[in-house]
């Protein structure tokens, strides 16, 4: 993908085709009947640059698989200064239940950004799709002649409500809210809430097949050990994930068996809060990193993920907050056994001890109980690895989600 003005340009060359070996032709065909009535029609997606990296990757992959069954959809990205997303970093903690004060001047900032970025973006497409809320507010810059969708995909069960009435102002403009979660429903608002659930592509870097030469190669290169058994969490360093409480975790599992874990989270230059965690959890953790049984990891790299998530004996989402939970859905697609907090959308992917375990987030001993568990009886690991890959194949692939915008299209459009 790479970015032609505010345009990223995002044909990774596979097609829906490429998608029949993995879900099947009834679900391909599905499809191609879907997207018959919408032949030509032309979708805009807008979204914002620092948004958690989960967001824009199901937008790369769900572009190139719009237009190659024949709905013209691009994907504009809107950019802003620092201030900016600190701000709107503020609004998603608030969103997620957090308490903020906001000034007149921070909205202003907010407003500011989304007027400016409209004087560089014409729109006559037959439909909008703008994504959580750093781009909401850009509805208000335009002279609407087509529906205009707002698809939020933050948790929004407890939203602060100051920020939330400000917020709503924007939303009553669209024509539908998208969330992920029946939860999320706000009451009181007159439009449509739809829900479409995230998905992966099982065709990305992050989730293609590895071979062993691949995997073993990732696992070199990042200094990555497996004499002993790996426990993982791919995370930002966020408080919402709780790194901390992972650490606490391992250091109850760790009296019993010996094992190693791995923190891997990427850190986005501008978020001086994941630096703050990251040093926490680095005290905390301090002794077991000196012998090499933490492993922390701070880089970027899609391929690293998938490896470390094909290697691990079990994969934890120790989240306090979490708005579906694509690192759940990607271990389960890898057929790890996933422990991980009852939030969010997480149970939604985990039916308890059939496709993983759940948890309370704050049961710190429950959670090394499971582990434990999985550690001891590998079979079980495996029996839930391979109920939870089936479970994604059939709810959480890309193709369902192409499925899903396919409908809202006929739904708004016909
Ligand atoms: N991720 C990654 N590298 C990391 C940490 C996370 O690529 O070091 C990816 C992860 O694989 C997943 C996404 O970022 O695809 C995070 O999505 P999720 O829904 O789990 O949480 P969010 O970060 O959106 O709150």
Redesign the pocket.
Known sequence: AYMNGITCICDNGRTLEDHRPIVGDDVISGIYRKAVALQGKRVLHVNSTYQ????A?MILSLVPLMNDVGVKTQWNILTGEGDFFTITKNFHNALQGQPIAFSDMERGLYLQTNECFSGQMAIDHDLVVVHDPQPLPLIRFYQKTQPWVWRC?VDLSNPDPALWEFLKGFVLDYDRMVISHDQYRRCGMPMEQRIIR?A?DPLSE?NRDLSEAEIQDLLTQYNVPIDKPLITQ???F?K??DPEGVVDVFIEVKKHVDCRLIL???MAPDDPEGWEIYRRVEEKARPYIETGDVIL?TA?D?LL?NALQRVSCVIL?KSLR???????T?GLWKGRPVIASRVGGIPLQIEDGETGFLLDPTDTDGFAWRIRQVLENPELGERLGRAGKEHVRKHFLITRLLTDYLEMLHAELN
Do not use: A, M
């Not at 958690?52 to 967001?55: H, I, L, Q």
């Not at 979490?322 to 759940?328: A, P, W």
């Open positions: 958690s990296g989960g967001v990757e995909h995230p992966i992050k791919i995370s930002r966020d919402w994930k891997c989270g990427s990891i970027e899609h993920v989402q979490e708005g579906f939970g694509l690192t759940v990607e």
